[in-house]
């Protein structure tokens, strides 16, 4: 063995051997915490986690996060995602189905442009059914609410609003400045 083979073998012991001892010190670091409270850990198939009211009981709409509902809400709310559940699992196959189909086309050889095209709309369709579902499921959410729960719903969105305003207005004249 020549010297140069020799030390960059020892150079690859010495790295292996500076990352085996550093493993135990890295796996046991804290896990970050979760986005916010209720978050249930891990991507499943049908997407990210959704908020829970309690063990097991998703919420679902993101706009629910910080209202107390009751009990009786929470249990609303529950039939009404359950309700919506096949339909859900329908057009989540349908949009899948589709994507697959394009992808295949898109590893043909030659472009198939009706069974591309009949492709493209099936997903645009799944897509468009799935925001429809969306909205209409949370307007049965939304009706279950009280005044003060809804008005709660719509006040950070105008604070949001608001302030967004008020930011752009305090860099018009830092941008004019600059010119």
Known sequence: MTLHTTLSTLRAAALLSTCLLAAPAVLAQAMPPADGPGIEQGDGPFGPPRPAFGPGLHAGPPFLR???????????????????????????????????????????????????????QALGQAIADQELLRLQTDAQIKALLTPEQRAQLDRPRVEGRSKGRADRKAARPKQEAGK
């Open 66 to 120: 910080g209202l107390a509902l009751s009990e009786a809400q929470q249990d609303r709310v529950f039939a009404i995602l359950h309700a919506q559940a096949p339909k859900w699992r329908e057009l989540e196959k349908a949009e899948r189905k589709a994507g697959q189909a394009l992808d295949e086309l898109a590893r043909a050889p030659q472009l198939d442009e009706a069974r591309a095209s009949a492709s493209a």
